[in-house]
């Protein structure tokens, strides 16, 4: 029985982490697009389960299989490779795939906010770098991550984009006249609310993806314990 050539395990097993990886990533994007495009527009129910990221509870399934995938594929590994290489694509595939739905809603609110003014992407994406760091102090995809925390449903219309930050000045002093409570005060719930939300979604995809990535692990070393007793019969047998 040939035995393979240690380069065609390797090659094997990034193969495989690259298929597992793009099959979750066409996965996450899908549902993300999918509630985009479907759920979240609902009036008054679509805004609230989108501040509430139901959506992002897709991470359990998704990163279990993940975590599994990538275990499993370390059967095409030497049994001697430590955990610590066979960690090394856990570690870049997770914050990859679960940054990716933001990056694609990111693109998505970029996109409606060009076709709806009909103005160019580089127009459109300059005016809402300037929002964003107005409001947050970041541009880009990072601007857009921190500023949804506090304001999940941002403006759809370059009109309602231009004055973002005057509105919120308004909503929080209509809140402050309301309940007499410092604006500050609510910066800091509405900021603590949305941070606590994205972190509980952080934590409960990467655990999930790491408690089956061990899961993985052990599949494939059982795996591979397997396919050695089989060619040892296999040879007993000749």
Do not use: C
Request: glycine share 8%; no cysteine.
């Amino acid at each position: 029985m040939p035995i393979p050539r240690p380069s065609a395990n390797v090659s094997r097993y990034l193969l495989t982490v690259v298929a597992i990886t793009a099959a979750v990533l066409a996965a996450r994007f899908f549902i993300t697009w999918a509630a985009e495009a479907f759920l979240h527009p609902i009036p008054i129910l679509g805004g609230w389960l989108k501040s509430l990221e139901i959506v992002e509870l897709s991470v359990i399934i998704l990163f279990a299989f993940l975590g599994f995938g990538l275990g499993a594929a370390s059967r095409h590994l030497a049994a001697k490779t430590s955990v610590v290489i066979k960690s090394i694509a856990l570690v870049i595939v997770l914050p990859l795939v679960f940054f990716s739905s933001y990056w694609l809603r990111h693109h998505l609110w970029l996109s409606q906010l060009t076709a709806e003014s009909g103005l160019s992407r580089q127009e459109i994406t300059a005016l809402a770098n300037q929002a964003l760091s107005s409001e947050g102090g970041s541009q880009g995809f990072w601007g857009y991550y921190t500023t949804t925390t506090r304001m999940p449903i941002l403006p759809a219309t370059v009109a309602e984009l231009k004055r973002m930050v005057e509105d919120q000045k308004w909503f929080r002093s209509e809140l402050t006249r309301f309940s007499g409570i410092e604006p500050g005060v609510f910066s800091m719930i509405f900021d603590g609310a949305g941070w606590g939300i994205r972190l509980f979604y952080m934590v409960l995809a990467f655990l999930t993806g790491i408690i089956y990535f061990f899961k993985g692990l052990v599949w494939a070393d059982a795996a591979r314990l397997r396919k050695v007793a089989q060619g040892a019969i296999a040879q007993n047998k000749a």
